[in-house]
């Protein structure tokens, strides 16, 4: 099997920056640990979560604490491959063998796992909730839903057009939107309405490790540990986010710039090799300081409190027969059943649905092009030549390819809240990948001197194991 372990050049790590004053702590903040948090806050944390408690009740919390150790964890140890190379993880990744043939796979894979548009039909959902000023049901709204649906799509798009740099519009849209809106609301619509004791309840069973009922929904199941935080390959998005953020290595390598606004960028895949002395390993310690304090202190503790909140506020008001009957109109129940303890309520939670499928919509959609634009430009090296360095072509020509998908989807596929639970199944799939992914680049790429720890080799094994069980059951059980 052949191995790509080839880079531009060897390097000095950039020196790492300094955090002086408050707009330093605000522009560090404003980056991939922000998004990570603000995709968590979505569909594991609003639909699946949610549904699956609903049903059967918050015992089953430990699969989603689980998952969200693991996404942090391998997430941290992906990033410091970024730090020290450059590259995106994705890119160490297709350096075990064949990239034409690589990519092709990879397409297909990340094709079958977002190739629902759960998002923007969320959305669509919300805009007809809110027109019929009722919960949604099929088939009667069928066709509104679909209208509604395909321009949720093209509202969701609108962000990854814009700015200098897509990544950084998606940081400031997440932490208006999410860190300063959405998750204060449900915190405070929470502490004001569920009582302390079924709280503390569903918190606790964030700690019941292991069970699991006789009757359980495996597809559920399957979908929380697939979409508990951001998802199972959490770290194969957020460290593409480190990479056009500029942080360690990466600054050497250029962004993918916004459509209108964004200026051209010599955007390059293939990294550098870190030299290996005391003065660059100390820069790299102090850079993957920085994604622990930014990913533990945002992304795993804020996934933790986003579930917690909107879990909670499900459990109290939503009968379970909703996670069994009307499925449709699933993720509207919760606004119609809270407009009995607030006037305001029904408007309140849909606008705040609203806000978080449009956001997410935006960041899930970037990754996916991201990823695709990332791999494509790595293994097909002649698009350089043809597009003079500049990924935009590519980037969101792969965009136009996958909108025609989403509308077939929506017409023909199935209702939203079955798009988030076979959506985040199969995202199990990308868990599996990233992992066996880690321990190539652990073993292969790596300098012996900048390789992972023990710890960060046996959580990788961990989630192996965990999300192959997920994934098998949610299919077989």
């Known amino acids: ?26 522009k560090f903040l404003i980056g991939p640990g922000i998004i990570a948090l ?18 059967y009740g918050p015992l089953l919390l430990w699969v989603a604490l689980v998952s969200i150790i693991l996404q942090t964890s391998t997430a941290i140890t992906a990033s410091k491959y970024t730090i020290l190379t450059g590259e995106p993880f994705q890119i160490g990744l297709n350096r075990i063998g064949n990239k034409k043939l690589l990519t092709v796979v990879w397409v297909i894979l990340g094709t079958i796992s977002t190739v629902f548009p759960y998002y923007p039909a969320l959305l669509g959902l919300t805009f007809v909730a809110l027109i019929m000023n009722t919960v949604p049901i099929f088939p009667d709204n069928q066709m509104l839903y679909i209208i509604m649906t395909i321009i949720a799509l093209a509202i969701t798009i609108i962000p990854l057009l814009l700015g200098k740099k897509v990544m950084r519009t998606l940081g400031m849209m997440f932490f208006l ?19 302390f004791d079924i709280i503390i309840k569903v918190f606790l069973g964030f700690f019941a490790f292991g069970t699991i009922p006789s009757d359980a929904n495996f597809l559920a199941l399957g979908a929380v540990a697939g979409f508990a935080g951001l998802a199972a390959s959490a770290g194969m998005s957020i460290s593409m986010y480190y990479r056009d953020t500029g942080w360690g290595m990466a600054k050497l390598l250029g962004h993918i710039p916004g459509a209108i606004g964004g200026e051209k960028s010599q955007f390059q895949v293939k990294g550098f090799k870190p030299k290996v002395d005391a003065a660059n390993m100390k820069k790299a310690k102090i850079w993957f300081k920085y994604i622990k304090l930014e990913l533990i202190g945002l992304f ?7 579930m917690l909140f909107p879990v909670a506020l499900n459990y109290y008001l939503v009968d379970s027969s909703a996670a069994t009957e009307n499925t449709f109109g699933f993720t509207a129940v919760l606004a119609n059943n809270i407009a009995n303890y607030l006037p305001f309520g029904w408007l309140l939670i849909l606008f705040m649905l609203a806000a978080v499928f449009f956001a997410d919509g935006s960041g899930v959609i970037d990754g996916l092009m991201r990823q695709f634009a990332n791999i494509l430009w790595n293994a097909f090296p002649s698009l350089n030549k043809r597009f003079e360095g500049d990924v935009r072509p590519v980037y969101y020509g792969i965009l136009g390819v996958f909108i025609i998908i989403w509308i077939l989807m929506v017409i023909f596929g199935p209702a939203p809240v079955e798009m988030v639970l076979y959506a985040g199944s199969l995202a199990n799939i990308g868990g599996i990948i990233f992992a066996l992914g880690l321990l190539f680049v652990h073993f292969y790429i790596l300098p012996k001197e900048y390789r992972f720890s023990l710890f960060e080799i046996i959580i990788v094994l961990i989630s192996i194991i965990f999300y192959g069980f997920f994934l098998v059951a949610a299919f077989l059980f």
């Open 1 to 26: 099997m052949p191995i790509d372990r080839e880079f531009q050049d060897e390097k000095d790590i950039p020196e790492p920056f300094k955090v002086k004053n408050w707009k330093d702590y605000f």
């Open 38 to 55: 603000g995709l968590g806050l979505g569909t594991g944390e609003l639909v699946s979560t949610p549904f699956l408690i609903v049903g």
């Open 177 to 195: 939107i999410h860190f300063c809106l959405i998750i204060p609301l449900f915190a405070i619509l929470t502490l004001l309405i569920v009582p």
């Open 300 to 306: 795993f503790f804020g996934s933790i409190i986003t």
